[in-house]
């Protein structure tokens, strides 16, 4: 297959967001971006928390650290908006927390109250939709605003300081998503969206020093939305097939029946023939027919 006709993967910019911040470096500007006064933090105070596959069975982009006595949780830079991601974030700090008194060792039944992480849910939402809102809340999206026993809170960012490392990814989306209006999803796009973040200080050291990784990263021979339309395809064409077969199944059975009533009505009607041979009125016979059904019913 040509390299510029190679399919450019859905959730691309998600997957470039899980590889920038792999690095610790950006991961403190990222830190930074969210907390201005932490002018203090270096890359040895940072601890990267793996999060667990929730809720999808797909490649999952959303980062999680810890770093000066927080847990940052930030659910997945996606281009569709959807308050699920309250969900997720609770999920995701449940079993976080669970991974960290574990490793801590710490014993949930001592009566002595134990340490840990102050917990901050954000999302950065990359997609064309506006969205009003700076934060959404368990309460206020699942139970009216009614005060019920457990809240979760998630940050919404849509945008950011102008040269932040968040501003920069958020920038980087938006030009991905013109150049891919523009070329579709081919190689085209993705060089072009590289030079012109490059051209315009976007990214521009992560972008010169993993240019080739970015790129693999950018394409796939089959994206996810591809593949759940061969699926849906499969399972059309299964339940034709299934469909096809049913009704020839209920097409014997139903040949069958009407054949047994045919047979049934030729022997009642041999028997009436011979018992008429035998001298046996008509009269005779309607009266027995007559008490036949009587005790039928």
């Known amino acids: 297959m040509p390299t510029d006709k190679k399919i450019l993967k859905r959730n691309v910019k998600d ?8 690095d610790t470096k950006y991961i ?22 793996t999060l667990k596959n929730i809720l999808t069975d797909s490649l999952y982009n959303d980062l999680g650290f810890m770093m000066d006595k927080r847990l940052i949780v930030l659910v997945e830079a996606q281009s569709t908006w959807t308050v699920n991601i309250i969900l997720r974030g609770l999920m995701y700090l449940v079993q976080t927390y669970q991974d960290y008194i574990e490793k801590e060792e710490l014993n949930i039944y001592s009566s002595k109250k134990l340490e840990i992480p102050k917990p901050e849910l954000y999302v950065i939402y990359t997609g064309d939709k506006k969205v009003e809102e700076k934060e959404i809340s368990l309460s206020e999206e699942y139970f009216g605003g009614d005060e019920t026993a457990l809240d979760v809170r998630v940050k919404v960012i849509t945008e950011s300081r102008k040269g932040d490392i968040i501003n920069q990814y958020v920038m980087f989306t938006h030009i991905l998503n013109d150049r891919v209006r ?94 008429k041979n035998m001298g046996v009125s008509e009269e005779m016979l309607r009266n027995a027919a007559n008490m036949s059904q009587s005790q039928r019913s």
């Open 182 to 275: 523009t070329h579709g999803r081919t190689k085209k796009a993705i060089d072009e969206t590289i030079k012109i973040c490059k051209d315009r200080n976007i990214l521009k050291e992560y972008l010169s020093n993993h240019e080739s990784e970015v790129h693999d990263i950018m394409f796939s021979l089959y994206d996810d939305e591809q593949i759940q339309k061969a699926m849906m395809r499969d399972a059309r064409k299964e339940g034709i097939r299934e469909g096809e077969m049913r009704g020839r199944m209920e097409g014997r059975m139903e040949g069958i029946r009407e054949g047994e009533m045919r047979g049934e009505k030729r022997g009642i009607d041999a028997m009436i023939a011979n018992l």
């Open 28 to 49: 403190v500007e990222l830190y930074k971006a969210l907390h201005p006064e932490a002018d203090y933090v270096t890359e040895d105070m940072i601890e990267i928390v």
């Open 15 to 22: 997957s470039v967001f899980t590889n920038l911040f792999q």
